[in-house]
Antibody, heavy 125, light 107 residues
Framework: EVQLVQSGAEVKKPGESLKISCRGS????????IAWVRQMPGKGLEWMGI????????RYSPSFQGRVTISAAKSTSTAFLQLNNLRASDTAMYYC??????????????????WGQGTMVTVSS | DIRLTQSPSFLSASVGDRVTITCRAS??????LAWYQQKPGKAPKLLIY???TLHSGVPSRFSGSGSGTDFTLTISGLQPEDFATYFC?????????FGQGTKLEIK
């Protein structure tokens, strides 16, 4: 069974940094991209970035470029999301998700088929 | 960036009803679209990908259609467990924007 297990809730002060993790199991971790998604309280889903653990190829959403760093450790099948200079507006639930791939009619289709349980981050002075 | 606009934002329906949610893209995205269901306090769950392919284990009362800029998610015969928020997402070459969501409530 594919599983993504995220690290626990965090409480931080403005200006601090944060690094949360997402450990994959039940599949070959390095072969699937892992995405990170932010969901502010009562709001929708925002894509932050995505990493291919095999070679650490990483792409960032323009909305988050420069504020976040995504990395991966192949040896522990874990992806990481780092946020620097935290502010109150970073208070949110953060999810990781596995990207699966499907080929049909000369097209390449993607889906985010497995998700972590979420990590709640609270930034407050 | 490609924008996705869902309608309606809120939908009230009864058990057994047939409901349709629409997702419109700001530019053509072929069929690179997925639908997710999210319940309060839980992670999203994949329902449909490639606009119309049902993810493994998802009940057949869920269906998706569309291509280009206009897409629909239809639930035929609402069940109590279907009351949730639904999101569309476009997945096209490292661009993964979501719609704003449609909250489906019990009438």
């Amino acid at each position: 069974e594919v599983q993504l297990v995220q690290s626990g809730a965090e409480v931080k002060k403005p200006g601090e940094s944060l690094k949360i993790s997402c450990r994959g199991s039940g599949y070959t971790f390095v072969t699937k991209w892992i995405a990170w998604v932010r969901q502010m309280p009562g709001k929708g889903l925002e894509w932050m970035g995505i990493i291919y653990p095999r070679d650490s190829d990483t792409r960032y959403s323009p909305s988050f470029q420069g504020r976040v760093t995504i990395s991966a450790a192949k040896s522990t099948s874990t992806a990481f999301l780092q946020l620097n200079n935290l502010r109150a507006s970073d208070t949110a639930m953060y999810y990781c998700a596995r990207q699966d791939i499907f080929f049909f009619n000369d097209n390449t289709y993607y889906s985010w088929d497995s998700w972590g349980q979420g990590t709640m981050v609270t930034v407050s002075s | 960036d490609i924008r996705l606009t869902q309608s309606p934002s809120f939908l009230s329906a009864s058990v057994g009803d047939r409901v349709t949610i629409t997702c419109r893209a700001s530019q053509g995205i072929n069929t690179f679209l997925a639908w997710y269901q999210q319940k309060p306090g839980k992670a999203p769950k994949l329902l449909i990908y490639a606009a119309s392919t049902l993810h493994s284990g998802v009940p057949s009362r869920f269906s998706g259609s569309g291509s280009g800029t206009d897409f629909t998610l239809t639930i035929s015969g609402l069940q109590p467990e279907d009351f949730a928020t639904y999101f569309c997402q476009q997945l096209n070459s490292y661009s993964y924007t979501f719609g704003q969501g449609t909250k489906l409530e019990i009438k």
